[in-house]
């Protein structure tokens, strides 16, 4: 009786949830509102799936999306996971010593510490500006990497001269160039763009509101779930172990 119950609750179940999933689906379009990229790698745990928001501390758009993202912050499943990426190309307002601040400050494990922070000091006190915030001219002397050395000691505690060193780590030069590297194969033309698992890049022209930015991004991450939860079931391969080693022969 019980087992008969528990097949009735799980059949209703789904066949609530499948029109809802179907009205998702006609409602979100492959091509219009998202683009299917090239896949990429994730750097998530199994069974996350991975919402990365291509950005610049220097973008004034991308400050004024913060809110979004808070909203969409609060709005993810447990099993989604935010992840940020730098973008360089805007050389003329410093975005690639933007670029190298917080992947320095990722390496240092304080890049979460500061990330409303540096926003809040170029657009707000105007401690790292580019722009003049009451003309909004470009600024004449730029920030320099040096300036977000301290800015880091203020927000993080990080000695400056500690920061400037890691700065000018292989390790981070290389990130750089992986991060500019994966913004050109995700075929990212502006900031900022959201994509969802290394797979699906939204459209931002064809959302109207930042509701439906949340909405299609909970699409997207459900859309991917399944094969998430599947990959964190899969059993990690283990290496092959060596032969042993045959005893020397004697001479």
């Not at 975005?95 to 917080?102: I, K, L, N, S, V």
């Not at 240092?108 to 922070?117: F, P």
């Not at 699409?219 to 990690?236: D, G, I, N, Q, R």
Request: glycine share 4%; charged share 15%.
């Amino acid at each position: 009786m019980t087992r008969t119950l528990l097949a009735i609750a799980t059949l209703f179940a789904a066949t609530l949830i499948a029109p809802a999933q179907a009205q998702a689906q006609a409602r979100w379009v492959a091509g219009t509102h998202y683009s299917v990229i090239p896949t990429q790698r994730t750097n998530v745990a199994a069974g996350k799936v991975e919402v990365m928001e291509v950005f610049s501390y220097g973008c004034p758009a991308c400050n004024q999306f913060r809110p979004v993202m808070k909203q969409l912050k609060a709005a993810l499943p447990a099993n989604a996971q935010l992840v940020y990426l730098p973008a360089s190309w805007n050389t003329a307002e410093a975005w690639p010593m933007f670029q190298r601040a917080y992947l320095t400050a990722q390496s240092l494990g304080v890049a979460d510490k500061g990330h409303d922070a540096m926003f809040d000091a170029i657009w707000s006190t105007g401690e790292m500006a580019v722009t003049d915030l009451r003309t909004h001219a470009l600024k004449a002397k730029l920030p320099t990497i040096a300036d977000a050395g301290r800015f880091y000691q203020r927000v993080a505690g990080v000695k400056p001269a500690d920061f400037v060193a890691a700065s000018k780590s292989f390790s981070v030069d290389l990130k750089m160039r992986q991060a500019d590297g994966q913004i050109t194969a995700m075929q990212v033309s502006g900031t900022p763009t959201l994509v969802v698992n290394g797979k699906y890049r939204l459209n931002n022209d064809r959302l109207q509101t930042n509701q439906e930015i949340v909405d299609l991004v909970k699409f997207l991450v459900a859309k991917e779930t399944p094969a998430a939860s599947a990959a964190a079931l899969t059993p990690t391969a283990k290496p092959a172990a060596k032969p042993a080693a045959k005893p020397a022969a004697k001479p």
